[in-house]
């Protein structure tokens, strides 16, 4: 995540990247959207009418249960104050706050990156290991605030284990050394026996930690980064990380440093793909620019051209080369923002502790919609970020607050299957100017085989009116007895609060659809989420 100031433009800035390429019209739609009737935002409040087919045995891919990731990074208030509240009544003897750790559970987080984000281009991980009254403090040049190191490695080993979630370590390589990256992996996964293996042992942990996910840099790419490079000269660095990590323990996934960009993708992927499992893509929806609340969501186009963008280069260079399996795509940063001006505020803790509203609810739905249906090339992805900053969690010294992201994230990582399903949506659409034409309806649909269930979810993105939606199943029929769930509110603006913290929840409503076709009417501004068994008609 970057501050880069609003009049610097480098050639591989997330912002002129998002100008130049709605610029060039690479807002895409979904290959499963099929033309519908264009209606203006002005229409009047009459409900419209769309039509969605799902054929289960059209299928897209295996759903890798990596893309329900999260992301923690010191910033802010998400970890001191956040996930980590030493001293805090609400917290664990680790000092974990324990409503925040039950919150998260429900999440399903499947896989949590750390120390960051921008944070670990400047973090030596040994500053963050034994005694705590004898770690530094130090001053952190990415967010400019200080650093007391208390929330460690062995800290962070350990709120993952609570989670029953997989860690994923993102390594210093602006001002961090080859040694410093491989004596990390041998200190995490190395039995014993060693200097550095067994400073863990020594302070209290015996057992490896057996860490799988390893990133080689955050955002490289950027001139916010410290220790920022060009593609060719990452790609000669992250090689030699590479090696020696992987020589330490040949088990663990490597994330390359990606942006999106094959101007950057392919040189990194040239050096790099027959040493990496992933190359890294990251998406910030910026609202302060966009502002209107049909471009804001119609902006779900540009994440999807990211994607695109990303598999294509990895594809291209696997097969190029001769790699059997491919390199994924890790979309291991994304989310929608505001007050992007924030980063860049010295010595303060509250940057980016953002209100979310319903809109923001319904822009996230439409973007894990967006992962779902690219499920055959994004393997792993992580929502930015978990507590406080960007988040679906937020904290006081006294409680906690759910935003409205925070239960579409908990909806798509409970109730989607394991297999990604196409769906064909034919719906009116809206206009945007930064990314053409979009369908109302966004929706992506799951299939479990082994229970026969089919999950849909629709995003009815229109704020005058509701949609009555078609459904058609081919070869099969719904069985009775599915259950619906849906997320909205008054208005797009509405927000939770302490005061009114049910504002925007997730409500079980009545769903009665059955056989090959049936009709549901989707409320203005809402997500729905249909789950119902099916067999052969």
């Known amino acids: 995540m970057s501050h880069e100031a609003p009049q610097s433009q480098p050639k591989f800035s997330r912002r002129s990247f998002l100008r130049d390429a709605s610029a060039l019209g690479m807002g895409f739609l979904a290959p499963a959207i099929l033309p519908g009737r ?12 769309a039509r969605l087919s799902i054929d289960p045995d059209h299928r897209l891919g295996t759903i890798d249960p990596n893309i329900y990731g999260n992301f923690i990074e010191h910033l802010g208030r998400c970890i001191y104050g956040g996930i980590y509240d030493e001293g805090s009544p609400l917290a664990d003897p680790d000092g974990l706050r324990n409503d925040v750790l039950e919150a998260t559970r429900a999440l399903r987080v499947t896989q949590l990156r750390w120390p960051g984000g921008n944070f670990s281009s400047g973090y030596h991980w040994r ?27 062995d800290e962070f080993v350990a709120t993952c284990r609570k989670l029953g979630t997989e860690p994923y370590i993102c390594v210093n390589m602006g001002t961090g050394t080859l040694d410093e990256a491989a004596q990390w992996v041998e200190y995490c996964n190395h039995a ?38 060009n593609a060719d000269d990452y790609a000669k660095a992250a090689v030699e990380f590479a090696k020696v990590m992987k020589w330490e ?53 540009q994440l999807e051209t990211t994607i695109r963008n990303s598999a294509l280069t990895a594809e291209a260079v696997s097969v190029r080369l001769r790699k059997p399996t491919p390199v994924w795509t890790a979309l291991d940063e994304w989310n929608i923002i505001y007050n992007w001006s924030d980063g860049g505020k010295r010595d303060d803790v509250h940057k980016f502790e953002i209100p979310y509203n319903l809109r923001d609810a319904l822009w996230v739905a439409a973007a894990l919609n967006c992962i779902q249906r690219h499920c055959r090339t994004v393997r792993l992805a992580n929502l930015a970020q978990l507590v406080n900053v960007i988040a679906p969690i937020y904290t006081t010294p ?50 479990d085989e082994a229970q026969r269930r089919i999950t849909l979810a629709v995003v009815n993105l229109r704020k005058e009116g509701d949609i009555v939606g078609a459904i058609e199943l081919a070869g099969v029929r719904a069985r009775p007895g599915g259950r619906a769930y849906q997320i909205t509110g008054p208005s797009p603006d509405t927000q939770n609060s302490f005061e009114n913290p049910h504002a925007v929840i997730t409500q079980e409503v009545k769903f009665d659809g059955a056989g090959d076709h049936f009709e549901i009417r989707f409320p203005r501004h809402s997500i729905t989420f249909l789950e119902f068994g099916i067999e052969a008609r």
């Open 192 to 229: 014993g026996g060693t200097y550095i293996s067994d400073l863990r042992k020594k302070y209290g942990h015996a057992e490896t930690y057996n860490v799988k996910y390893w990133g080689l840099g955050n955002e490289v790419w950027g001139n916010w980064q410290i220790g920022h490079k």
């Open 249 to 301: 323990d040949p088990t663990i996934k490597l994330v390359a440093c990606g942006n999106g960009d094959p101007s950057w993708d392919r040189p990194v992927l040239d050096a790099l793909v027959g040493h990496v499992e992933y190359i890294s893509a990251h998406h910030y929806t910026n609202a302060d620019d966009l502002k209107d609340y049909y471009e804001i969501l119609g902006s779900v186009a």
């Open 38 to 49: 264009k209606v203006t935002a002005q229409s009047s409040d009459q409900p419209l009418r």
């Open 398 to 447: 006294t409680g906690m607050l759910l935003r409205t992201i925070y239960y579409p994230l908990a909806l798509y990582a409970n109730h989607s299957g394991p297999l990604g399903v196409e769906v064909a949506v034919e719906s009116p659409r809206f206009t945007t100017q930064h990314f053409a034409d979009r369908p109302y309806l966004d929706a992506s649909a799951t299939y």
């Open 127 to 153: 500053d963050g290991i034994g005694p705590k009254d004898q770690r530094p403090t130090r001053y952190d040049l990415a967010w400019f605030q200080r650093e007391p190191n208390t929330y460690g490695t």
